[in-house]
């Protein structure tokens, strides 16, 4: 670890002298003389402290007292960190609502020179200072340090009041909306109003307040207000009371309403553990003023804002009203539905079994070919869904049939099965020899295409992907990955192959056919078309599908053809293409900074990482992509982590100054071409990062299968796309990928 620890310990120096801070070691590791006596520091001491989690400290202080203190942040056995992973703790300074006087940006290491505990002298001031901590480049959480005054603290709340206005009737009513000013002041405290929040009606949620409040709902409102100030405290909370009467209108027609009930039903057309009711309503005159549901025969109406869902079993009955903005009340409507209870959930995966069979020779080796069988049962009580195998690391297809496998060399096929709950039994493999003649090599195809149909670049042609008689399959001979230098080569090429095809009786005429037209279709050798690359992500549904999420976050389809990260779940976690592994290789694809504001905009392509499934991170799959492949990052945000876009996660940097900011919310190519060893990385066409990957990063347990330390990783792999969270929001779209 001694390599690993230098890297860290020389970006940690690097980052406190820009900063003109100085990390003091206030601990002696076992084995070690106690360091020297620190400088003296201030009286007031705050610490952080770092574990595995990668979402939250230890340990963070919430409350200071203005004037110097002593930052201690550790990130150590000692406080609970196993993996050996790298912390940051860094002091935010570009958000107006937050101090920005303390710059501070400290990386804390387990296995650093300090053992993992750092020191800072810091003056702070009255205020809040908004900070952000995690390891890098996996994961961001935020928190606030308040300061006080240190001597005449700040203890009183500051004031609110709030004025209704609007045009009143005679009854004191506002007719058609009422406009609420909220003030405050905090003479009395000294430290100054922070921010006022305003509520509407006992139900509402807290929000800020910027402008004065519009109510237009006709009915009688409450609207309660407080205050902050910048010392932390709270006033108390108050109200304002008032009613909103219709304008004037000779709109005498209720409004129309209707309801549906959904959720999943059985056959007797009960729903499964739970029914949503969802109520619309419309008015063609003064327009709809509120609608109101109540649940079953005597309960009370309440405001309908959003579809109401019923669990608890039987028979439900919803009725609903509408009243529009002229005080005209629609009849009284209901549905009724009725709830049961789901059946005990099946959690059993299927059991898998497998047979190979046909005549062996003296070596053990299936001659000409083997017949793999592969068989499935389902104890858990919902049935086998779906059988699936692979050849030879290929992608997962349907099983319907046995597998016959004939071309001369060793081979292994996978084989795992889905019951209807949804359960996925683990992959399973056997591997076995198959000789031809005594012995035939393997056969020389131009390309590798295991696919079930001939697909001509991105055009499915339906003819089964066949073993030809020089056991290459059709695809792997039609060369739709290659470069052509015109539309009229390349369907030369193709129509030599199939009347090759065709006289030996691999294909027919109706087949020779399809695959002519799917190579015109194609486009394949035409100006403007990219040759030799293959789509692997669209945005459809059926692209989306053949890629697999592993660990938190989501991806989510946007019907446009892009897809976004952190839309739907919170965390860590990677979207990643399971159909095959790729070595040499060029991918193209368009990614997008979608964050708000300055926003935690932070993803990456991971590349050449080894199957997820089945290593010792489970139950964190997309770690074997974090441990193991390389990060390609996509990360522009001036603050924060290290390594922007364009650098190899943990290997090779590319700063700011380097390659520059992408400007957020517009789309920007990204091409990663790694040969041998060897990445380069182009952003619109510039090249922004070039390396040989020759000082391997360590990670802590190693894998028996990595080489890690002596500078190579995997010569292939397979490919993903990292979420980060909610907050660090990428669009990606146009994935494309072509050999070398």
């Not at 505990?117 to 001031?125: G, I, K, M, N, P």
């Not at 959480?141 to 206005?165: H, N, Y």
């Not at 029914?275 to 009370?300: E, F, H, L, N, P």
């Not at 892009?562 to 070595?583: A, E, N, V």
Request: net charge negative.
């Amino acid at each position: 670890m001694t390599g690993r620890r230098s890297v860290w310990t020389a970006l940690l120096a690097a980052v406190l002298t820009v900063l003109g801070l100085q990390a003091v070691p206030s601990a002696a590791r076992p084995g070690q003389d106690p360091p020297s006596a620190p400088p003296a520091a201030a009286a007031q001491v705050l610490a952080w402290t770092a574990g595995d989690d990668i979402t939250r400290y230890t340990t963070a202080p919430t409350t200071a007292v203005a004037g110097p203190a002593t930052i201690v942040f550790e990130n150590s056995a000692a406080t609970g960190n196993t993996t050996g992973m790298p912390h940051t703790l860094t002091f935010v300074t570009n958000d107006p609502e937050f101090n920005d006087d303390v710059q501070l940006n400290v990386l804390a290491n387990p296995n650093d020179d300090a053992g993992g505990r750092h020191t800072a002298e810091v003056t702070l001031s009255p205020g809040r200072y908004l900070y952000h901590c995690t390891i890098p480049g996996h994961g961001q959480m935020q928190g606030i340090l308040v300061v006080t005054e240190g001597s005449g603290e700040d203890t009183t709340a500051p004031e609110t009041t709030a004025r209704v206005s609007g045009v009143q009737n005679a009854e004191g009513e506002y007719v058609g909306s009422a406009s609420v000013t909220v003030s405050a002041t905090d003479d009395a405290g000294g430290s100054g109003v922070d921010r006022i929040q305003y509520a509407v009606d006992a139900t509402g949620d807290w929000l800020p307040y910027t402008a004065p409040v519009v109510v237009d709902r006709v009915g009688s409102h409450t609207l309660r207000h407080r205050a902050f100030d910048k010392a932390g405290n709270a006033s108390a909370e108050k109200t304002v009371a008032f009613t909103v009467a219709p304008p004037p209108s000779d709109d005498t027609t209720p409004p129309e309403t209707s309801a549906t009930v959904s959720g999943e039903r059985n056959t007797d057309g009960t729903y499964v553990d739970m029914a949503t009711v969802t109520v619309t309503a419309s008015d063609t005159g003064s327009g709809v003023d509120r609608i109101q549901y109540a649940v079953g025969t005597a309960g009370d109406w309440t405001l309908y804002t959003a579809p109401v869902m019923l669990h608890r079993s039987g028979t439900h009955t919803v009725r609903y009203r509408a009243v529009d903005r002229a005080g005209n009340a629609s009849a009284e409507r209901s549905v009724t539905f009725t709830v049961v209870a789901a059946p005990p959930r099946d959690t059993t995966p299927p059991v898998t079994g497998v047979t190979v069979e046909g005549t062996r020779n003296s070596a053990g080796a299936y001659v000409g070919n083997a017949r793999v069988t592969v068989s499935a049962s389902d104890e858990g009580g919902s049935g086998v869904a779906a059988v699936e195998y692979s050849l030879d690391g290929g992608p997962y297809l349907a099983y319907t049939a046995p597998v016959i496998v004939d071309r001369a060399g060793t081979h292994t096929v996978a084989y795992r099965a889905s019951d209807k709950a949804g359960n996925t039994a683990a992959a399973r493999s056997v591997s076995f020899a198959v000789a031809a003649g005594g012995g035939v090599p393997a056969p020389d195809c131009p390309e590798w295409d295991e696919r079930s149909t001939v697909i001509v670049g991105t055009v499915d042609s339906g003819v089964p992907n066949r073993v030809t008689d020089n056991r290459c399959r059709i695809n792997e001979l039609i060369e739709d990955e290659r470069e052509w230098t015109s539309h009229a080569l390349f369907l030369k090429h193709v129509r030599t192959v199939l009347d090759g095809l065709l006289r030996g009786g691999v294909v027919d005429e109706r087949e020779h056919g399809a695959v002519l037209d799917a190579a015109r279709a194609s486009g394949i050798g035409r100006p403007g078309q990219t040759e030799g690359y293959r789509t692997i992500m669209d945005g459809s549904a059926e692209s989306f599908a053949r890629w697999e999420h592993v660990g938190g976050g989501s991806f989510t389809p946007n019907g446009d053809g892009s897809i976004t990260s952190g839309t739907t779940r919170d965390g860590l976690g990677m979207l990643w293409f399971p159909q095959r592994k790729y070595g040499d290789f060029s991918l193209r694809l368009q990614w997008r900074d979608d964050a708000p504001g300055i926003g935690n905009a932070n993803s990456g392509v991971f590349v050449r990482f080894p199957w997820v499934h089945g290593q010792a991170e489970e139950p964190r799959p997309e770690w074997a992509a974090i441990k193991y492949g390389h990060e390609v990052q996509v990360l522009d945000r001036p603050d924060g982590d290290l390594y922007k876009t364009g650098s190899a996660y943990g290997f090779d940097r590319v700063g700011l100054a380097g390659a520059g900011v992408t400007q957020k919310g517009t789309w920007n190519d990204y091409e990663i071409r790694v040969v041998g060893q060897h990445y380069s990385v182009f952003r619109n066409g510039v090249l922004i990062n070039e390396f040989d990957n020759t000082g391997g990063q360590e990670f802590s347990p190693p894998r028996a299968d990595d080489p890690g330390t002596d500078g190579r990783r995997f010569a292939s792999g397979y490919l993903g796309l990292q979420v980060h969270g909610t907050t660090d929001v990428v669009s990606y779209r146009d994935i494309r990928i072509k050999d070398l």
